[in-house]
Nanobody, 124 residues
């Protein structure tokens, strides 16, 4: 059974940094996959933040480009999101997700596997 477990959230002041982790387990061999970070603000839809596929290609939402970095440690089956220069608008619940998405992986509906989320709060 596939499990994704996020950690690393917390409360920081604007300008600070956090590193989120997503530990994955239970996968069998996958020739191609994508792992993504999404976030959700209260009362709003879940939005994509960053994604990395099994070939190492990455992409970022415009709002986080230059501030966030997605990476992975395949030996540890862990996905990371380094978040620097945090802003109050980065506040939200952050989720990691994984699947072999059919349409590019930008929509939450394309993902089967989700973690439970980790809260990030940035104060001004």
């Amino acid at each position: 059974q596939v499990q994704l477990v996020e950690s690393g959230g917390g409360s920081v002041q604007a300008g600070g940094s956090l590193r989120l982790s997503c530990a994955a387990s239970g996968y069998t061999y996958r020739p191609y996959y994508m792992m993504s970070w999404f976030r959700q603000h209260p009362g709003k839809e879940r939005e994509g933040v960053a994604a990395m596929d099994s070939d190492g290609s990455t992409r970022y939402a415009d709002s986080v480009k230059g501030r966030f970095t997605i990476s992975s440690d395949n030996n540890k089956n862990t996905l990371y999101l380094q978040m620097n220069s945090l802003k109050p608008e980065d506040t939200g619940m952050y989720y990691c997700a994984s699947d072999d998405p059919l349409y590019g992986g930008t929509c939450p509906s394309e993902y089967t596997y989700w973690g439970q989320g980790t809260q990030v709060t940035v104060s001004s």
